[in-house]
């Protein structure tokens, strides 16, 4: 079976892949058609796909998270791949497949990560600030362990959050030490806060986003991440009005740095400045990671980065 990672242009293949994406849409000819606009994805990658002519039983068959047969023609399109759909069936059971087997996951066990991130709450020396962590932490422990940290962007795979944030903790920790003005159970605690609620505001299956939840679309994960530091300063008896509890949100809020980015203020206490950063690195080396990763290696350029201001990378030969 051919990966999508392995998919060049002009090609035909066949293989089993998974519907991470679906929408029926229609053509701009008289009369209109419907057709499907795909996502497949593999554990090496995903590509964009098209099935043309669509009847009435493709749109009662197929969905997101579908395991599907495709047989297809890998094109050019815009200078990006993509395939076109000539033959499309639901996988069966004599085929032998898992969707277990096609999904993308963070490359360290949840089970460490998880570890990772409770025994650096246990390292916090402020009693309120574990206190309000703890209380926020717990609110998503089970989800935790699978959720991933964006739709698409970064991190948007199987337990994609808590590498993210064990990652962060690892820059965290050595910028502590180069800069020891910076309070470290603010930077830690504002790490493991700074997208706690994501797993809130995402609807996601096996580490897939299908769609955002109520919450999600009128309050986002930053505004409801602040709302929780409250809930745990009144559930734990922390003075709202307290350093601790201001600090925490303040650094939550302005962790997207600015108004545009979605940050309803800008970083103005050292450990906010340092978070964005810290986040920021984290998710743009992520991206480039993932895009070297899933671009096959006799491709000397990758697609262009739509995070990373539409750039391309390209490998050096050394």
């Known amino acids: 079976m051919t990966l999508i990672k392995q998919l060049q242009a002009p ?30 994805c593999d554990a090496s990658g995903q590509i964009s796909a098209k099935l043309w002519d ?47 087997e096609f999904i993308r ?15 650096v709450l246990e390292s916090i020396t402020n009693p309120a600030i574990k206190s309000i962590v703890s209380f926020c932490v ?15 962007h970064h991190h948007a795979y199987f337990a994609g959050l808590a590498y993210h944030i064990v990652r962060m903790l690892e820059i965290g920790e050595f910028i502590c030490k180069q800069r020891p003005f910076l309070n470290p159970d603010l930077i830690k605690a504002g790490i493991i806060l ?15 986003v299908s769609d955002y939840s109520v919450q999600g679309k009128l309050l986002g994960h930053i505004s409801m991440a602040s709302n929780w530091i409250t809930e745990a300063a009144l559930h734990h008896g922390i003075d709202l009005q307290s350093d601790v509890v201001i ?13 545009e980015w979605g ?9 906010a400045v340092a978070l964005h950063y810290i986040d920021s690195m984290d998710a743009k080396l992520q991206m480039v990671e993932d895009t070297l990763m899933t671009t096959p290696e006799t491709e000397a350029w990758t697609p262009m980065i739509r995070g990373l201001e539409n750039k391309a990378m390209y490998r050096l030969n050394l």
């Open 263 to 271: 940050s309803p203020v800008l970083p103005q206490i050292p450990e």
């Open 138 to 152: 717990t609110k998503v422990e089970e989800k935790l362990n699978h959720y991933p940290a964006a739709k698409t």
């Open 247 to 259: 600090g925490l949100q303040h650094i939550v809020l302005s962790h997207h740095n600015l108004p």
């Open 105 to 119: 996951s963070a490359p360290i066990s949840p089970i460490d990560l998880i570890h990772t991130i409770n025994q």
């Open 11 to 40: 090609e035909e293949f066949v293989g089993y892949y998974l519907i991470k994406e679906l929408e029926v849409k229609q053509t701009n000819t008289t009369p209109a058609k419907d057709f499907m606009d795909i996502v497949l």
């Open 194 to 208: 700074h997208d706690i609620a994501k797993p809130e505001e995402m609807i996601a299956q096996l580490g897939i």
């Open 54 to 100: 669509v009847s009435a039983t493709d749109k009662e068959t197929f969905f997101p998270m579908t395991l599907v047969k495709v047989q297809g023609l890998v094109q050019n399109y815009r200078d990006k791949l993509q395939v076109k759909i000539g033959r499309l069936r639901k996988a069966l059971p004599e085929d032998g497949v898992h969707i277990t």
